[in-house]
């Protein structure tokens, strides 16, 4: 068997693993390259996959990073089915849609510009008649099953805790002359949170690739979080202030909701208005109520069929830009959850235009915020601008942790620790050059193993030598 990396080596972004048999061609993944500009210049299918003879595609869930070349592959000619769990597919469905129409509503924004500059003018990577071709290849898979996806390989998929749907795949390749059991970690969330499940633990592995987006880093305890914001949160209140909230539409914003709705229910601050600004992150929520299986027991009963509007009476929704709009009118207490999560685009760039001068304001920052975004920007303190404007900034801003959807160092050790007994080969991928290493480094001391860090575009030799086809 040979695996070659085509995104997420010494990288965060681009997950796509091909998979290659003397009988099969596979993928896991198929994921965008998000950040630098130095990145996004590998969204493309290198010719080398030869997309028309891709036997199957297994998705481990359905954020962009996992899921967004899909369109392009289905573009240079793949036609197999698209694997992954209901919650899965139904996510990538949504996050393939918006992607969609920004990378057309992107594209006619800059094309208008070229032409007036007498440029030549670009096309999108993909549009809504691409993601449509996508969804009709999406076949789904229950977890705990094994399923022949191709002549001797099987696959399996179990809980990743990362999101809703989100899966780690196990799979097998039998033939007369060996067995060999490898599993793709894909994103693990943390263990003991609510809203998700916690990751499935796997005893044995040939081989294991493993995240490492936090592999060198703890998050602060939870409860500890949580508390945090709550009293941020009364503080605020307090004075009346807006609390502004940049926020990722999947898994965040539920993850929010949920807390939200035990902090008004346990009486520790009194029910104010919520506003979620974020038709994406609606419809994303309504995903998390259609698929109360595979929650955390502790958030089913708030997400189900009305549930969440029972314990947050105040909760709002603004679907149109009209009414995203109409908030700049009111007056706090209140609070709103709006994209981006890095704050770099989205319903919250206005938000702050409007209301990073007034002192009363809190910003909560509470997930991962890359170098170079408006979100690190604020939390450093440095001059922001905002549709050309610069931006006095006197309202408070405050960095909760431990909100995150990835799995930090501990978590990471615990979940390969079976593995890793088993003598299974390591290799790292999904993170940052100095996350890997500092992973690298405390596996092989917890467990004599010399992990592999494999670059963009290496193959790896998996079992006996053979010929490739």
Not at 67 to 92: E, H, M, N, Q
Not at 166 to 172: A, E, L, R, W, Y
Request: hydrophobic content about 40%.
């Amino acid at each position: 068997m040979f695996i070659t990396l085509h995104g997420a080596a010494n990288a965060v972004t681009g997950s796509c693993y091909l998979i290659e048999t003397n009988k099969a061609r596979l993928l896991v993944d198929c994921g965008l390259f998000q950040g630098s500009k130095r990145l996004e210049k590998f969204n493309f299918i290198p010719k080398s996959v030869v997309a028309e003879k891709i036997e199957a595609v297994v998705l481990t869930h359905g954020h962009l990073d996992h899921c967004g070349r899909l369109p392009l592959l289905v573009k240079a000619g793949f036609r197999g089915p698209i694997y992954g769990t209901s919650g899965t597919l139904d996510i990538a469905r949504l996050i393939l849609s918006d992607a969609a129409k920004i990378q057309v509503d992107d594209t006619n924004r800059e094309n208008r510009k070229r032409v007036k500059a007498g440029q030549p003018t670009i096309k999108p990577l993909f549009a809504m008649k691409d993601a449509e071709r996508v969804f009709s290849l999406f076949y789904t898979l229950p977890y705990n099953s094994e399923t022949k996806i191709a002549d001797e390989i099987t696959i399996r998929l179990v809980e990743a805790g990362h999101i809703i749907g989100s899966s780690s795949v196990i799979m097998t390749q039998k033939n007369n002359s060996q067995q060999l059991k490898l599993v793709f970690s894909g994103d693990l969330g943390q263990a003991n949170m609510p809203v998700n499940r916690d990751p499935a633990v796997m005893e044995k592995a040939d081989l294991v690739f493993l995240e490492s987006t936090y592999g060198g880093r703890e998050h602060p305890p939870y409860e500890q979080s949580v508390q945090l914001m709550i009293d941020l949160i009364k503080e605020t209140v307090a004075k009346k202030g807006k609390i502004l909230i940049p926020t990722f539409a999947v898994g965040r914003t539920q993850q929010l909701l949920y807390h939200l709705a035990q902090m008004f229910h346990s009486g520790a601050v009194e029910p104010f208005p919520i506003y979620l600004d974020s038709p994406m992150a609606a419809a994303a929520t309504e995903i998390y109520s259609d698929h109360l299986d595979m929650m955390d027991p502790e958030a089913k009963d708030l997400f189900r069929e009305g549930q969440l509007h029972q314990q947050l009476p105040t909760l709002k929704y603004c679907a149109t830009a009209e009414e995203s709009q109409a908030l700049n009118a009111i007056s706090g207490p209140c609070l709103i959850l709006a994209g981006a999560g890095m704050c770099d685009a989205g319903r919250i760039l206005h938000h702050f235009r409007h209301n990073l001068g007034i002192a009363e304001t809190l910003v909560l920052i509470v997930g991962f915020q890359a170098k170079d975004s408006m979100g690190r920007r604020l939390l450093e303190g440095e001059p922001i601008k905002i549709f050309g404007e610069t931006i006095n900034v006197r309202a408070k801003i405050a960095n909760v942790q431990g909100f995150s959807a990835h799995a930090g160092q501990s978590d990471l050790l615990h979940w390969v620790e079976p593995i890793a007994r088993s003598g299974a080969r390591i290799i790292l991928t999904h993170g940052e050059n100095h996350q890997l290493h500092e992973l690298k480094s405390e596996i092989k001391t917890r467990f004599g193993i010399e992990a592999e860090i494999p670059s963009h575009g290496e193959t790896l030799t998996i079992g006996e030598e053979q010929e490739q086809t």
